[in-house]
């Protein structure tokens, strides 16, 4: 069964980060939100879907939940100024790519009090060096995991899968 994203949100009547920006223009007749270039910014309502500026989804949003590549214009999309917009106590979550948060922006958020919380899967250097792990350190309500969001045991069994049909083909020349 197919359900669209937009009826989903809309049964749920959560915020959305939605798809990219090609495609909400092509299927929803959409304008594109440059400041966030790779997203459109939608609230989905009984059914009816609204253009959100940044500032007014970051002061709604009880989670922010960062799924865009790292561009020039995503680096540090998530920075002290962004933060200090989002409603207070709001959870921020990224596991899309390192740089794409200013981690130093967000563990004195943390300490602050300002976000309620924090789960980081990915970070700017990689694996996540202890020094700039000390940026962490005292920070409440932080979950870190080193870039593995995406792994699961199904993940796990499609990669395998496929390095073993490698192996034989260039096994069997």
């Known amino acids: 069964m197919y359900v669209s994203l937009r009826s989903l949100a809309a049964a749920l ?3 959305v980060l939605s798809a990219p920006a090609a495609h909400a223009q092509a299927t929803l007749n959409l304008d594109v939100d440059f400041e966030f270039p790779a997203l459109v910014l939608l609230r989905c309502v009984d059914d009816i879907t609204l ?3 940044s500032d007014t989804l970051l002061a709604a949003a009880d989670v922010v939940s960062l799924h865009v590549p790292l561009t020039d214009g995503t ?3 998530i920075d002290a100024d962004r933060i200090g917009r989002m409603k207070p106590g ?4 990224n596991a899309a790519r390192g ?3 200013d981690e130093l922006a967000v563990a004195a ?3 602050d009090g300002r976000l309620g919380g924090a789960a980081l899967d990915v970070f700017e250097t990689e694996p996540l060096a202890a020094e700039a792990a000390r940026a962490f350190d005292g920070a409440p309500n ?7 969001a995406g792994v699961t045991v199904e993940s796990n069994t499609r990669v395998s899968d496929l390095i073993a049909d490698r192996v034989l083909a260039h096994l069997a020349g």
Do not use: E
């Open 109 to 111: 958020a943390l300490k």
């Open 75 to 77: 680096r540090h999309l």
């Open 13 to 15: 009547g959560v915020t």
């Open 51 to 53: 253009q959100l500026d």
């Open 142 to 148: 932080l979950i870190l995991t080193p870039h593995i």
């Open 99 to 101: 740089g794409v948060v």
């Open 90 to 93: 709001a959870i921020l979550v």
